[in-house]
């Protein structure tokens, strides 16, 4: 769906195909679970292990690493987290998840009041 202006700009099947198998591989890599040394292209081409750390909950990572391809922007933005050969200790965030499907696609719309009572620890004896 995301293509279609580019199918309506003229560009070709073949030439969108293509793009779409290398551009969705390269999303499946960048997901992955393995580190890749990029060397110097590692400011061009985002890692696995430079992206993960967009997933991180370790306050290094708060805000940082957020270009999905070029990793360039983040560091004109300010926004670039250099983690050499350091791994990730923990991912996600503190609050209590849902556990249910609608609960975790309705989790981001709840207000963060009742979040925050939801994963402060009780009090009652």
């Not at 195909?17 to 890599?29: C, D, K, N, P, R």
């Not at 050499?84 to 207000?111: A, H, M, N, R, W």
């Amino acid at each position: 769906m995301s293509l279609t202006p580019i199918f309506f700009l003229g560009f070709f099947e073949a030439s969108i195909a293509v793009f779409s198998i290398i551009y969705f591989g390269y999303t499946l890599l960048v997901h992955s679970n393995v580190q890749i040394p990029f060397g110097p292209l590692r400011w061009l081409i985002a890692s696995p292990q430079f992206h993960h750390w967009h997933y991180a909950n370790q306050r290094e990572a708060y805000d940082k690493n957020f270009a999905g391809q070029l990793p360039v922007l983040d560091v004109l933005f300010g926004k670039y987290n250099v983690t050499g050969d350091k791994v990730l200790e923990k991912y996600g965030v503190d609050d209590p998840i849902p556990s249910t499907y609608f609960g975790q696609i309705g989790y981001p719309l709840l207000p963060r009041r009742k979040l925050l009572n939801r994963a402060a620890p009780s009090t009652e004896a």
